[in-house]
């Protein structure tokens, strides 16, 4: 069963600084992971993904894949209270290439205070 | 374009019963997904449809089945429930498939006394 794990937090950023969360992983072939982020009482939204070695960018969040260390992170510039949420970090569940689903990391809980 | 829908939202029943739940996925969309969420295990891969077939299966006892119709709406069934069955259920819906950009609907609130 391949994992993905997550600091469950929380984690507590100042408003305007950058927030960065990190995920790992435990089989060194996966090959893609996503980023969603879940408010309380709601269900998860898909924020990144990231295919790549590397970095992606996209507006205020970047997502970093390093698969020589097997770790995800994803930081996000000038935080903002309306960032506070539980970010879940989700790679591929099997071996089928993504086609066995994903598995979900338990999520790090993020605190942006004002 | 309308989201992900699911009903009911919320479910009281007692152990042993059995609990149908149900999600319409986006339209065009051939793949649902369910998930269980609990905060002690978090968000726990069920099952998944494509095109009325079940193409992957998480580690969950036979008691939680699916099954997929051909507009694409998916019902979960759970029976003999048991304590421990109660989550929030969510499914997610997807275009090409699981391991592609998922949405998800607001999710079953099952509670079992």
């Known amino acids: 069963q391949k994992e993905v794990e997550q600091n469950s937090g929380p984690l507590s950023v100042p408003e305007g600084a950058i927030a960065s969360l990190n995920c790992t992983y435990s089989d060194r072939g996966s090959q893609s992971f996503f980023w969603y982020r879940q408010y309380s009482g709601k269900s998860p939204e898909l924020i990144m993904f990231i295919y790549s070695n590397g970095d992606k960018e996209d507006g205020r969040f970047t997502a970093q894949l390093n698969k020589a260390s097997q770790y995800v992170s994803l930081l996000i510039r000038d935080s903002q209270p309306s960032d506070s949420a539980t970010y879940l970090c989700?790679?591929?569940?099997?071996?089928?290439?993504?086609?066995?689903?994903?598995?979900f990391g338990k999520g790090t809980h993020l605190i942006i205070q004002p | 374009k309308a989201g992900v829908t699911q009903t009911p939202r919320y479910l009281i029943k007692t152990r042993g019963q059995q609990v149908t739940l149900s999600c319409s996925p986006i339209s065009g969309h051939r793949s649902v997904s369910w998930y269980q969420q609990t905060p002690g295990q978090g968000l726990q891969f069920l099952f998944e449809y494509f095109s009325e077939t079940q193409r992957n299966k998480g580690n969950f006892p036979g008691r939680f089945s699916g099954r997929q119709f051909s507009n694409s709406r998916s019902e979960m069934n759970v029976s003999t429930l048991e304590l421990g069955d109660s989550a929030l259920y969510l499914c997610?819906?997807?275009?090409?498939?699981?391991?592609?950009?998922?949405?998800f609907g607001p999710g079953t609130r099952l509670t079992v006394l």
């Open positions: 997610a819906s997807s275009f090409a498939g699981s391991y592609n950009e998922q949405f």
């Open positions: 989700a790679g591929p569940k099997g071996s089928g290439g993504g086609a066995d689903g994903l598995t």
